[in-house]
């Protein structure tokens, strides 16, 4: 009581400072960024502690999202924070659209600006922004053109075949076993992949314990002790890993894709000649774009254009294709396999499928016919619906966004988010979304999908 009186008499009451404080702090903070500018929000202290559940790694960040997303039911967008920064989810398909297409020049990066000096993956397509993604992606695309596409097919093939021969040795002559789906899918993935981009056979279906390549590629996007704590010291300041030299990598990373891509600019035109991988097309374009510059003057590029197909591009061009294609392929065909292990009838649906093209041409499916298997495509679109392999899009606003209709502006680095995941789980979009259904994708139904969800 003592106390109390005591403390009441100081002529400037400390309590009243605090709490005085406090409030200015919330006012003027970022805390209470989306309150001010009243936007619907999820409230600063719920963000803060979903952020760090998410660094500890009892929460992952789609499951955040997702938390997020439903926290905002009723609204088409609203405000969140990471950590204590703002953010913005969008969740109705219509403004997605809106936003991201009509708005492109507003929201055309998906990451900061990386430093590609401090990081030699850094010049991957995902994170580049702006006039160098689109430098860079205009040269690249031609590496995903239909031909280009048509001539790995065989390389695919071949994968295919190994793992037809795998089963067979797995399963012996009684033609079943308990197999491992998510790490047979994963050597799997991590056979074609290693062939397609980069052109080493990495025989992880055959020897998973001595392919050196699988740890270093699952480390790139994989989520680690590391990289959570990089990301949210990215939430205080994009740069703060950079300058403190915390890196969410192991640099093991860097130099095993840099030994690759290295290797890759030394090989000669003959030994180049039989290989069809990324890495070589992308060594022949860097060449290309060599020709080009010295010959300008006579048609070639303009002597003031910065090369694109630099080291450091390829193997951050070629870094994105070995890990985007282990994870997201792996991810899929496990989820894909575990549903149609519970539901006989899908699957004797696209073994009927598979048989029946077999016998119209009279020979193995080729590249063409895959196109033509609709039912086991409207199957692959389900598994991409139920388990979208990222379960999030994201955003980083490069430019003030103007929210139409309202005066409210959303701020140059603000990031943006859209729940991929929830709206494929919301049965207003998906009814019964739960529910496992290819014939959601069958010609007659497919209309029915909301536009921009497909
Ligand atoms: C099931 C398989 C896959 C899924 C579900 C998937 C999903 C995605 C998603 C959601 C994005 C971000 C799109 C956006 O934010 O606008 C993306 C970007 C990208 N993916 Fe994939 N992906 C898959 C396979 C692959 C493969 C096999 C490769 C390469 C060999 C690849 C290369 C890329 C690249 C380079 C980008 C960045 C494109 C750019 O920004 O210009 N992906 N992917």
Not at 190 to 211: K, Q, R, S, T, W
Not at 263 to 290: H, N, P, T, W, Y
Not at 363 to 392: C, M
Request: overall charge negative.
């Amino acid at each position: 009581m003592d106390l109390l009186t005591d403390s009441f008499s100081f002529p400037i009451n400390p309590f009243l400072v605090l709490i005085g404080a406090t409030l200015l702090a919330f006012y003027y903070m970022p805390l209470n960024y989306w309150a001010r500018r009243g936007i619907p929000h999820v409230s600063a202290l719920r963000c803060i502690y979903q952020t760090l559940a998410v660094t500890l790694r009892t929460k992952s960040f789609h499951e955040m999202l997702h938390e997020q997303h439903k926290a905002l039911e009723g609204h088409p967008y609203g405000g969140a924070y990471l950590l204590f920064r703002p953010t913005v989810i969008l969740r109705d398909p219509e403004l997605v659209k809106e936003w991201l297409v009509k708005g492109f020049a507003h929201f055309h990066d998906h990451v900061p600006k990386p430093d590609e000096k401090s990081s030699k993956l850094a010049g991957n397509l995902f994170a580049l922004g702006g006039d160098r993604w689109r430098a860079v992606r205009t040269k690249v695309s031609p590496a995903f053109s239909p031909a280009t596409v048509r001539f790995m097919h065989r390389t695919l093939e071949g994968c295919a075949l190994e793992l037809s021969s795998h089963l067979q040795r797995v399963c012996g002559a009684k033609s079943e076993a308990e197999i491992d789906m998510k790490s047979m899918a994963k050597n799997c993935a991590m056979d074609i992949i290693g062939a397609c981009a980069v052109g080493v056979n990495c025989n992880a279906l055959g020897d998973p314990e001595h392919c050196e390549m699988k740890p270093i590629v699952e480390e790139i996007f994989g989520i680690t002790w590391r990289s959570s704590v990089a990301n949210l010291l990215t939430y205080i300041h994009p740069r703060l890993p950079a300058w403190i030299r915390f890196p969410r990598r192991t640099p093991e990373v860097e130099q095993f894709v840099a030994a690759l891509t290295r290797r890759g600019l030394q090989m000669s035109a003959e030994e180049r000649a039989g290989r069809r991988d990324f890495l070589k097309i992308l060594v022949e374009s860097r060449e290309a774009e060599k020709l080009a510059a010295e010959n300008c003057g006579a048609g070639g590029a303009s002597e003031d254009e910065d090369p694109v197909f630099t080291e450091n591009i390829i193997a951050g061009v070629v870094g994105l294709f070995l890990s985007a294609g282990l994870e997201n392929v792996a991810v899929t065909v496990t989820f894909c396999m575990f549903e149609i292990a519970h539901q006989p009838d899908i699957q004797e649906k696209m073994f009927d499928e598979i048989q029946a093209m077999k016998q119209e041409t009279g020979r193995e499916i080729n590249y063409d016919d895959l196109k033509k298997l609709e039912y086991i495509e409207q199957v692959v679109n389900e598994t991409l619906r139920k388990y979208p392999a990222d379960g999030y899009m994201r955003r980083i606003c490069t430019k003030p966004f103007k929210i139409p209709s309202t005066s409210v502006v959303v701020e140059e680095n603000t990031k943006l988010f859209i729940s991929t995941y929830s709206i494929h789980h919301d049965s207003k979009y998906f009814p019964e979304p739960e529910k496992f259904d290819p014939e959601r994708f069958s010609e007659q139904n497919i209309d029915k999908i909301v536009r921009g969800l497909i």
